[in-house]
């Protein structure tokens, strides 16, 4: 059933386990994390970036299409279409105009005060169409040369300010993270995470979910977080399905079992991920 997140992700939080937030990038793609979730019986948000939706052709063909894979595989479980790092008040309306559950609003580059007044007017919009808003505070940044993140963490401070003037259904908040792949040490402020945990009604996402093991994953649940973004992983599993398929079967030129020949190594991912809850 397509739902906005507000409700899966207070009920995460409530009993301290986790939503996974999985990118999209193609048909098979959106098909694969769908059937998979269904099978496990889990709530899932299908994310999807601005590249990801110029790419694919549009915000409607986005939006048509998983909402035509959500009916045709006849899925029971709850699923989100959401906009990611959405970069402009007028793309998060697109998105929403189109038909999507959710949309984040990623704003965290301003100062404090234009970020709560972008957010709002996403907020406003949204709210008079059913759908939740995610935003972010701090920045995620880059690894610097010792694979540390040079990102600024969240203040607590700032961020119960944003969350209480903005409206938001859910915060992003910079905790030592980074989008992509990690190559090096990690940097997560676990004390941070639960400091923030305890003190927002909001529940908590984790950008920058890719390259953390299964027990990192688990220390990061355990400290408050209650939705997890993965791309990455996803993206290298399914690569190194699709290299391994290639290498053995030189000859093969039908795009379908190219590109589906990573789908296992996609949903074995998912799988492993989705365990930290049990």
């Given at each position: 059933m397509l739902v906005n997140s507000k409700k899966m992700l207070q009920e995460a939080k409530k009993n301290k386990q986790v939503v996974f937030h999985f990118n999209i990038n193609n048909l098979e793609w959106a098909k694969a994390i769908?059937?998979?979730?269904?099978?496990?019986?889990?709530?899932?948000?299908?994310?999807?970036?601005?590249?990801?939706?110029?790419?694919?052709?549009?915000?409607?063909?986005?939006a048509s299409l998983c909402f035509s894979l959500v009916s045709d595989l006849e899925i029971k479980t709850d699923v989100c279409l959401h906009l990611d790092h959405g970069s402009s008040v007028e793309s998060c309306i697109q998105?929403?105009?189109?038909?999507?559950?959710?949309?984040?609003?990623?704003?965290?580059?301003?100062s404090l005060e234009?970020?709560?007044?972008?957010?709002?007017?996403?907020?406003?919009?949204?709210?008079?169409?059913?759908?939740?808003?995610?935003?972010?505070?701090?920045?995620?940044?880059?690894?610097?040369?010792?694979?540390?993140?040079?990102?600024?963490?969240?203040?607590l401070n700032d961020c119960l300010t944003f969350v209480k003037e903005t409206g938001i259904d859910a915060v992003a908040?910079?905790?030592?993270?980074?989008?992509?792949?990690?190559?090096?040490?990690?940097?997560?402020?676990y004390k941070l995470i639960e400091t923030l945990a305890t003190n927002l009604e909001v529940p908590l996402v984790l950008h920058g979910g890719s390259g953390l093991d299964i027990e990192i994953l688990k220390k990061c649940k355990e400290a408050?977080?209650?939705?997890?973004?993965?791309?990455?992983?996803?993206?290298?599993?399914?690569?190194i399905g699709v290299k391994k398929y290639l290498q053995e079967n030189k000859d093969v030129?039908?795009?379908?079992?190219?590109?589906?020949?990573?789908?296992?190594?996609?949903?074995?991912?998912?799988?492993?991920?989705?365990?930290?809850?049990?």
């Amino acid at each position: 059933m397509l739902v906005n997140s507000k409700k899966m992700l207070q009920e995460a939080k409530k009993n301290k386990q986790v939503v996974f937030h999985f990118n999209i990038n193609n048909l098979e793609w959106a098909k694969a994390i769908l059937e998979e979730c269904d099978k496990l019986k889990v709530p899932v948000i299908l994310g999807v970036s601005e590249g990801a939706i110029k790419y694919m052709g549009g915000y409607n063909v986005v939006a048509s299409l998983c909402f035509s894979l959500v009916s045709d595989l006849e899925i029971k479980t709850d699923v989100c279409l959401h906009l990611d790092h959405g970069s402009s008040v007028e793309s998060c309306i697109q998105a929403i105009d189109a038909g999507f559950n959710s949309v984040m609003i990623d704003m965290s580059k301003k100062s404090l005060e234009e970020n709560i007044i972008k957010t709002k007017e996403v907020v406003a919009y949204a709210k008079n169409n059913n759908v939740s808003v995610e935003a972010e505070i701090g920045s995620m940044g880059q690894l610097d040369a010792n694979g540390l993140s040079q990102g600024t963490n969240t203040n607590l401070n700032d961020c119960l300010t944003f969350v209480k003037e903005t409206g938001i259904d859910a915060v992003a908040a910079a905790v030592g993270t980074v989008h992509g792949i990690y190559h090096g040490k990690l940097n997560i402020d676990y004390k941070l995470i639960e400091t923030l945990a305890t003190n927002l009604e909001v529940p908590l996402v984790l950008h920058g979910g890719s390259g953390l093991d299964i027990e990192i994953l688990k220390k990061c649940k355990e400290a408050g977080i209650t939705k997890i973004n993965i791309n990455s992983d996803l993206q290298e599993a399914w690569s190194i399905g699709v290299k391994k398929y290639l290498q053995e079967n030189k000859d093969v030129i039908d795009p379908r079992k190219v590109i589906g020949s990573g789908i296992q190594a996609l949903k074995d991912t998912i799988d492993m991920k989705i365990n930290i809850n049990n």
